[in-house]
């Protein structure tokens, strides 16, 4: 493939962009996309299986979507909703009460990345619960903004020269069961995780102290961790036996990801507020918070509004992404295609020792490799050459934590695309075990 026009952009883009601002895998230079395809400035077409940090859930340019953007912005843009109403506004919010999960009375206030979502939930934990004290998790990450980055705790480049964050923030571990720090199997589990928890609660954290357990179903830039089920079950009693808020943070799970609306839906839990973003205007700006109404009612005028949130052309553009997800059953496509993609990794861990672990529900997968599958040592150099090889070959796919591949293509990819992927990942798995990729590459597929 030639690369010229991309490498142009990265070189001018390396003197106005800052390096803080971007975590590099490989010179890729969009200029456009359709569904499930990315093209680059010099022609070449890939295929997308991350789907824009999975922001992009309905693909690229969706024509419906398109439309819809297209009909409001002939009308007006926006206008702020600080001080005004508007109908895409209300019909938005009308349509995240009826698919979020909960059966009580929903407000829903708007904003525009995860980040702004994520500081305006800890406003509305502290102040309905007078308590001051959140508990989140190691290997989250929730924003870059203070409040959501106090929140996170993934990357020491996110908290280097930059405090005081937000303080009685605390953080747990994440149950994580393909590396159990207790070292435990499914057989001899007793969630000595989560009684690492309570002990904390019984000595040093007192629980009444505590307003909100923050929690991503599926710890996504972690390492795309699925929780145990009893885990979610008993730490949702923990909080509702202490008066603490369960917050489910589906900003990257959220709109049909996992083949159902909301992740937490799979736990069989209801969450007191729900955290969305990303994919919920399909790549146009829009966050939002979805809370019990009397959550909402404990803030007054301007505790979290913002000139821009809730416009009417992002709200177009979310209201028509539901619509379609709807429309198209992408809900049930997630599971069936996902179903099958996480099949065809575990005919690839069969027979490349590479790969320790394949986990995930519908189309939000992490594939672990490892340098030694008793160890469990994460193989992040092995990933690294892996996802810019794939890239070389025309497939877009990135890696997470100490080398998980994260496998997050559009909703709307055809089972052909799917397959052809998930082929050149393995052509590039083998290319990596017989030493073809250059040790040159780590210069350039940093990653997390």
Not at 110 to 134: E, H, P, Q, W
Not at 153 to 182: E, Q, T, V, W
């Amino acid at each position: 493939m030639n690369y010229e026009k991309c490498n142009e952009v990265v070189t001018r883009d390396s003197k106005v962009y800052p390096e803080f601002a971007r975590i590099p895998y490989y010179p890729l230079a969009i200029k456009e996309g359709r569904g499930a395809i990315i093209e680059d400035m010099d022609g070449n077409k890939y295929i997308d299986m991350l789907s824009s940090a999975s922001s992009l859930n309905t693909g690229h340019c969706h024509p419906r979507i398109i439309k819809a953007i297209e009909k409001q912005i002939n009308s007006f843009i926006s206008y702020t909703a600080a001080y005004t109403y508007s109908e895409p506004l209300v019909a938005l919010g009308e349509e995240l009460c009826k698919i979020t999960p909960g059966n009580y009375e929903k407000r829903v206030v708007f904003g525009l990345s995860g980040s702004d979502a994520n500081d305006g939930m800890i406003k509305m934990v502290r102040a309905y619960t007078n308590r001051t004290k959140i508990v989140s998790f190691i290997g989250s990450y929730h924003g870059s903004t203070y409040g959501s980055m106090s929140l996170s705790a993934i990357s020491l480049n996110m908290r280097r020269k930059i405090g005081p964050l937000l303080s009685d923030i605390i953080h747990i571990k994440y149950p994580h069961c393909y590396r159990c720090s207790f070292e435990k199997d499914e057989v001899n589990c007793n969630l000595e995780c989560l009684n690492d928890f309570r002990d904390s609660l019984n000595t040093y954290l007192p629980p009444e102290e505590i307003a909100a357990i923050v929690m991503e179903p599926i710890a996504g830039d972690a390492g795309l961790i699925v929780p145990p089920h009893r885990y979610v079950k008993e730490l949702y009693k923990i909080c509702k036996e202490n008066g603490i808020l369960f917050v489910s943070e589906e900003v990257q799970q959220g709109f049909g990801r996992t083949g159902s609306w909301f992740c937490i839906e799979h736990f069989g839990v209801e969450p007191d507020i729900v955290v969305m973003g990303k994919s919920m205007a399909s790549g146009v700006p829009l966050s939002a918070i979805v809370a019990r109404k009397e959550i909402t009612d404990s803030l007054g005028p301007p505790a979290h509004l913002f000139t821009m949130s809730g416009n009417a052309l992002s709200c177009a553009a979310s209201l028509e992404t539901i619509n379609v997800i709807r429309d198209e059953g992408l809900l049930a496509r997630s599971t069936e295609l996902g179903n099958y993609a996480k099949k065809r990794f575990e005919e690839l861990k069969e027979k490349y020792e590479i790969i320790g672990d394949v986990r995930g529900k519908g189309l939000s997968i992490g594939v672990d490799l490892v340098k030694n599958r008793k160890t469990k040592e994460g193989n992040k150099d092995a990933a690294a050459k892996i996802c810019y090889r794939c890239w070389q070959k025309g497939v877009i796919v990135i890696f997470l934590a100490s080398g998980v591949l994260r496998i997050q293509p559009p909703l709307v990819i055809s089972k052909e695309e799917l397959d052809k992927a998930i082929d050149v990942i393995e052509e590039s798995i083998i290319e990596y075990m017989s030493g073809e990729i250059s040790d040159s590459v780590l210069a350039v597929a940093k990653g997390w």
